[in-house]
């Protein structure tokens, strides 16, 4: 297989706690072969990230299934992650599961409303923050805010997103 066969495999890898691709998600940054050694580098989409361990491990064991023999480092670039490096299939996949990316003013990913209110200070996770819409009365979580890497202040500009 070749670098690009390869950064394939790395795509398919879904985030572990969001069932979205490391590619479409904006986490797989690079990957490099070099005779039989393989370089992936990922972007966490926050620094102290729990999922390190088993983004990891799901990524060695799809490249060691695909490429056995071959030795596999993985580089965590820390700060790399920005909510623009997820692309719009994985936009797509994130609203479908609830979820909008940080970045502008959110809007509900269920009714497209944009009366929305923050929730609280964090979501299920510290990279999410809660919304409630006012709208259709769902919840849901903007990611790539909060303790992440990159804080967007257009958020904190949304009506009740003061801290």
Request: net charge negative; hydrophobic share 40%; charged share 20%.
């Amino acid at each position: 297989m070749n670098a690009d066969q390869l950064a394939d495999v790395v795509a398919g890898v879904s985030d572990p706690e969001i069932d979205v691709g490391l590619r479409d998600l904006g986490v797989l940054r690079s990957l490099s072969l070099t005779g039989d050694r393989i370089e992936v580098h990922l972007a966490p989409t926050r620094l102290g990230c729990p999922a390190f361990g088993e983004i990891a491990r799901r990524v060695r064991s799809a490249l060691t299934d695909a490429a056995p023999g071959h030795a596999v480092e993985i580089v965590w670039d820390r700060g790399a992650w920005q909510p623009a490096a997820v692309t719009p299939d994985g936009r797509t996949a994130l609203r479908m599961a609830g979820y909008r990316v940080a970045g502008t003013a959110p809007r509900c990913p269920y009714c497209g409303g944009e009366d929305v209110v923050r929730a609280g200070r964090f979501g299920g996770a510290v990279c999410k923050v809660p919304y409630d819409c006012r709208g259709c009365g769902s919840l849901f979580d903007v990611i790539g805010t909060a303790g992440c890497s990159a804080v967007h202040p257009a958020l904190d500009s949304v009506q009740g997103g003061s801290s």
